[in-house]
């Protein structure tokens, strides 16, 4: 079995020679540091507005080296944070109503791009599930169905489908019911990275691999390499950013695990279904996420080791084997035809939460230094409405998108160690005793300890 070697999705599509590093220092009007899904669609939106912007952007190690080569490929219209949260910003619920229906559009939006640019990345789009497995887990399905409505999203927006109408998408042993969003596609993660960057060099944007950036101050971004001075400098490395001078209790670097099945038999698709491709999730606490992938294999993904004392960030991928035997008792519980494929490769990966579990996009004009990020792992689509706003934010045009509720909002900033470490850690051993309490199905209401953890934690429901 492999375990890290970046991702699976990275093994499976194989890698190219790597891109050459910065030749020394230069001047650009625009600067991005990281090349994810968030650095590279903002160049992109960027050079297509103004062919003539001469821009530069900086990677530490490959295009698409972080979380948008190591995903789960859900290209989800889930808001990257609380509606709560984000209804305190001057323009209300309608804000946020809007920034959700710019979130749906945003999902064939990546998918017309990608049309466009040629870039197959498997990208279905067969909507999103949320299972229910237990009592407690259907009673909150129900209640966030029921939150949904209040909110006034309509069936067009979010169904349920109860243990019948789930079976005829797919079978997921002990399901009882799930809630069904149309709005999400599936993709093959470093396909949509890769390809993204290809199109960005073809538009002319300079891309240079192999290069990190130690300092962004006013007007410049600080390599070994030599300088890169730019009125503009914007920081999109979401996991990585506590790695760089003063920002390092911005973002919280979240772990998140994969695993993927071996190529499964023709024999065992027929008995789970799910010819429509849907993502799947459940509504467990320590919740897990999948995808039918491209190639006829299963990929899983959870929590596993949450967080690493003092942000520090793991960088080949590899996962512990308790992760691994974790995530493969959800696989097979789920899943029991599972066993004859086997686990061919596990890998892991940071996402950037923000304090308030709430996700930015900001631009200060009077120094030109701008950053997206803190997607709280719903960044794949999230980051090409970033990309699009931070575009039209750098080029000065007031557009629907830069007013929408994420742009200029400030999250507090984390505790320091080790009441953060001790913090994420707690939350989760919480989670996941709920989570066992609840399988007991001794009694069917979501478990006192995971609200007293949504309480601490500040985690949006
Ligand atoms: C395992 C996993 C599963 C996930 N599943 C989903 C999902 O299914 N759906 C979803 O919506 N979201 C998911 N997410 C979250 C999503 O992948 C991320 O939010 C998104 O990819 C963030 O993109 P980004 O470009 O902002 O950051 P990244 O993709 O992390 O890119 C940042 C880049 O910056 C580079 N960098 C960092 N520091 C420096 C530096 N100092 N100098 C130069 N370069 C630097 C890094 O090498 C990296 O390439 C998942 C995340 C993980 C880890």
Redesign the pocket.
């Known amino acids: 079995m492999h375990n890290g070697e970046v991702?699976y999705w990275w093994r499976a599509r194989g890698r190219t020679a790597q891109r050459p590093p910065l030749p020394g220092g230069t001047e650009a009007d625009v600067c991005i540091?990281?090349?994810?899904?968030?650095?590279?669609w903002t160049a992109y939106y960027l050079k297509r507005a103004d062919p003539a912007l001469r821009i530069v952007v900086?990677?530490?190690?490959?295009?698409?080296?972080?979380?948008?080569?190591?995903?789960?490929?859900?290209?989800?219209a889930?808001l990257?944070g609380s509606r709560a949260r984000y209804t305190e910003h001057s323009r209300g619920a309608q804000g946020v109503r809007e920034f959700e229906r710019h979130l749906r559009e945003t999902v064939d939006e990546v998918a017309r791009v990608c049309a466009a640019e040629g870039i197959d990345a498997g990208l279905v789009k067969g909507g999103t599930l949320s299972v229910a497995t237990s009592a407690a887990q259907d009673a909150r399905l129900r209640q966030h169905l029921a939150a949904e409505r209040s909110w006034g999203a309509d069936e067009n927006i979010v169904r349920y489908l109860n243990k019948e109408e789930l079976a005829g998408r797919l079978t997921v042993a002990g399901a009882v019911g799930a809630l069904y969003w149309p709005d999400c596609a599936r993709v093959q993660?470093a396909d949509l990275?890769a390809g993204l960057a290809e199109a960005v060099t073809r538009s002319g944007v300079l891309l240079y691999e192999g290069?990190?950036?130690?300092d962004i101050t006013v007007g410049r971004?600080r390599?070994p390499m030599g300088d890169v001075r730019a009125p503009f400098v914007l920081r999109?490395?979401?996991?990585?950013?506590a790695?760089?001078p003063g920002v390092h209790r911005t973002l919280l670097p979240?772990?998140?695990?994969?695993i993927v099945t071996g190529p499964l038999s023709s024999d065992a698709w027929r008995a789970i279904g799910w010819d429509g491709c849907e993502?799947l999730g459940d509504e467990a606490h320590a919740y897990m996420?999948a995808?039918r992938t491209a190639d006829g294999r299963i990929a899983l993904?959870g929590r596993g080791v949450p967080y690493r004392f003092g942000s520090e960030i793991d960088h080949d991928g590899a996962i512990p084997p308790s992760t691994i035997a974790q995530l493969g008792r959800i696989l097979r519980r789920m899943f029991p035809v599972t066993v004859e494929a086997g686990i061919e490769h596990a890998?892991?990966?940071?996402?950037?939460v923000p304090r308030d579990w709430c996700a930015t996009v900001m631009m200060d004009p009077r120094t030109g230094l701008g950053w997206?990020?803190g997607?709280?792992?719903?960044?794949?689509?999230?980051?090409n409405l970033?990309g699009r706003t931070l575009a039209d934010l750098v080029r000065g045009v007031p557009s629907p998108l830069t007013t929408l509720p994420w742009v200029g909002h400030r999250s507090p900033r984390w505790e320091p160690e080790p009441l953060r470490w001790a913090g994420v850690h707690g939350l989760y051993a919480l989670y996941r005793t709920a989570d066992r309490l609840e399988d007991t199905g001794r009694s069917s209401r979501t478990s006192l300890l995971a609200r007293a953890g949504d309480l601490v934690s500040g985690i949006p429901h």
């Open positions: 991702s540091v990281g090349a994810g899904y968030t650095g590279l900086l990677e530490a190690a490959f295009a698409g080296f972080g979380a948008s080569g190591r995903n789960g490929g859900w290209v989800t889930a990257p993660p990275v290069t990190p950036v130690a971004a390599t999109c490395t979401e996991g990585f950013t790695d760089l979240m772990n998140s695990s994969m993502t996420y995808q993904g890998w892991c990966g940071v996402l950037g997206a990020g997607y709280t792992g719903h960044g794949v689509a999230a980051a970033a």
